[in-house]
């Protein structure tokens, strides 16, 4: 998982978005947030910036979804 799936849906949810609504608003294609939410592809730099002004996240909400600790600690092989 690359991002707080909960936590993304939930805010997503506060702000009257699903996810094609979050897609044509922030132009980044449905697919896309559907595999970053599903785990399937880690988001990139435009598109964690673009869900995070359009669902006006706090810079500790940006963090806490795209940064959790939980992510962070997870091991990664090289």
């Keep these: 998982m690359y ?4 936590l993304l849906l939930s805010k ?3 702000r ?3 996810i094609s609504s979050l897609a044509e608003a922030t132009g ?3 697919d896309t947030i559907s595999n970053v ?3 399937k592809t880690a988001p990139s730099y435009p598109v964690m910036n673009a869900i995070f002004y359009e ?3 706090t810079p500790q909400e940006a963090v806490d979804i795209f940064f ?3 992510l ?3 091991k990664v092989k090289c």
């Design 3 to 6: 991002v707080d799936k909960n």
């Design 68 to 70: 959790s600790n939980n």
């Design 37 to 39: 939410l599903n785990g």
């Design 55 to 57: 669902l006006k996240l």
């Design 16 to 18: 009257g978005y699903n």
């Design 72 to 74: 962070r600690n997870k």
């Design 28 to 30: 980044i294609n449905r």
């Design 12 to 14: 997503m949810s506060l």
